[in-house]
Every structure is written in structure tokens, then in C-alpha cells.
Nanobody, 125 residues
Framework: QVQLVESGGGSVQSGGSLRLSCTVSGYMPGQYCMAWFRQALGKEREGVAS???????GYADSAKGRFTISQDNARNTLYLQMNDLKPEDTAMYYC???????????????????WGQGTQVTVSS
């Protein structure tokens, strides 16, 4: 059983930065994909960024140029560095994991078996 715990959310002003962390515990397969998703109030969940066990990375268009996904395998932690935050980035951010690398890198939410509880990010103008 894999457990994911997010942290690092908070409230910032437009243009500010935050770094989200996701600590992973339990057994992870040798080949995996992890990702960040977000869901704003009243909107559908959307993928933000993904990274697989080989370091291949994918970004949603909304994240390109502003967000950076990374992982520290020694610390079993996934990160999302978010810069130049905008009010439209306000959402609950979730960490997720899957062994379906192809679908995971494409940020297909249904492919992810494990999810964290989320961390709230609020960006004010």
C-alpha cells in the first residue's frame, strides 16, 4: 500500500512562489509515474505535471515555464516548485502515483491508483 502526504500549500500574492512536497511511504514498483493534479472549487480536476521513474517529465500547458516537478528518490519525496503564481492557480493540489507510465505521463487522472489528501494553494491578486 502506497501512502502519499502533501505539504507546502498556503496563501500567496500574485507573482509569488510556493514549493509543494509529497512524501511517499510504502512499496513503490520499480517503474512508476508520479504527478501533481489540482482541482479548483466548482471545476474539474486537471493534471499539472508528471514525472516517471526514469526522470521523464510532462507538463500541462498551464504549468509550462512556471512550474517545475522534481523528485528526490533518497528522501522519497516529490516536489512541485511553482513560480509566478496567478489567481487562477488557486486550487487544492494533489499528489498521485501509478505504475501506468504511459497514461501517467499524459496526466490521465483515471490511471492513478494512489492519491494524497491534498494541500490548498490560494493566490490573491
Amino acid at each position: 500500500q502506497v501512502q502519499l502526504v502533501e505539504s507546502g500549500g498556503g496563501s500567496v500574492q500574485s507573482g509569488g512562489s510556493l514549493r509543494l512536497s509529497c512524501t511517499v511511504s510504502g512499496y513503490m514498483p520499480g517503474q512508476y509515474c508520479m504527478a501533481w493534479f489540482r482541482q479548483a472549487l466548482g471545476k474539474e480536476r486537471e493534471g499539472v505535471a508528471s514525472i516517471d521513474s526514469d526522470g521523464t517529465i510532462g507538463y500541462a500547458d498551464s504549468a509550462k515555464g512556471r512550474f517545475t516537478i522534481s523528485q528526490d528518490n533518497a528522501r522519497n519525496t516529490l516536489y512541485l516548485q511553482m513560480n509566478d503564481l496567478k489567481p487562477e492557480d488557486t486550487a487544492m493540489y494533489y499528489c498521485a502515483a501509478t505504475d501506468d507510465i504511459y497514461s501517467g505521463l499524459a496526466l490521465i487522472g483515471g490511471a492513478f491508483r494512489y492519491w494524497g489528501q491534498g494541500t490548498q494553494v490560494t493566490v490573491s491578486s
